[in-house]
C-alpha cells in the first residue's frame, strides 16, 4: 500500500512540475516575443516579420492577416510551453545554464530547418546573416528566463 502511495505521489509531483514548466515556458515565451515584436516594428530586428506569423503564414498560404497572427501568437506560446515542459521533465534541477542549453538547441533547430522553410536560408542567409544573431539573442532570453523560473525557490 505505501508504494502505491509513493508512485502516486510521484506521478502527482512529476504532473506539477510539467505544468509548471508549461507555465514558465509561456512566461519565457512572452518575454523573447515582447522583444522581437519591440525589434520587428521599430525596425532593429534584421527579421523581414516574426518568424511565428511567417511560418503559419507559409503553412496556411496567406490568410487575412488577423487569423495568420492569432494562430501565430497562440502557436508559439503553446511551443514554448511544450519545451518549458520537457525542460521540467528531465533536468531536475532546471539552472540557468540548462535554460540557455535548450535556448540554443532551439536556436540551431531554426537555423536549420525552420529558416530554411521559409525560404530564408541556412541562418536567415537568403535574407540576412544578421538573423541569426538576432535570434540567438531572443532564444537566450527564453532560456535564461525559463532556467531562473522553473526551480525558483
Known amino acids: 500500500m505505501a ?5 502516486h505521489s510521484a506521478l502527482t509531483h512529476s504532473s ?7 507555465g514558465w515556458g509561456v512566461v519565457a ?8 515584436i519591440i525589434g520587428v516594428r521599430t525596425g532593429i530586428a534584421p527579421m ?8 503559419v503564414g507559409k503553412l496556411l498560404g496567406g490568410g ?3 487569423l495568420v497572427m492569432i494562430l501565430a501568437i497562440v ?5 514554448g510551453g511544450f519545451w518549458g515542459a520537457v525542460l521540467a521533465r528531465f533536468a531536475s534541477p532546471v539552472t540557468i ?8 538547441i532551439l536556436w ?3 537555423q536549420l530547418v525552420v529558416l530554411p522553410f521559409l525560404g530564408w536560408g541556412l541562418f536567415g542567409s537568403a535574407v540576412t546573416l544578421k538573423i541569426a544573431g538576432a535570434t540567438l539573442l531572443l532564444h537566450l532570453v527564453y532560456g535564461a528566463v525559463l532556467g531562473a523560473l522553473i526551480d525558483r525557490k
Do not use: E, N, Q, W
Not at 506539477?16 to 508549461?22: C, D, K, L, Q
Not at 516574426?50 to 511560418?55: E, H, M, T
Open 108 to 110: 540551431l533547430i531554426m
Open 75 to 79: 502557436s508559439h506560446i503553446a511551443y
Open 48 to 55: 523581414p516579420k516574426p518568424i511565428p506569423a511567417a511560418i
Open 97 to 104: 545554464g540548462k535554460g540557455l542549453g535548450l535556448g540554443v
Open 29 to 36: 515565451t512572452i518575454a523573447m516575443s515582447i522583444l522581437m
Open 64 to 66: 487575412p492577416k488577423a
Open 16 to 22: 506539477h512540475r510539467i505544468a509548471a514548466g508549461f
Open 3 to 7: 508504494t502505491d502511495r509513493t508512485a
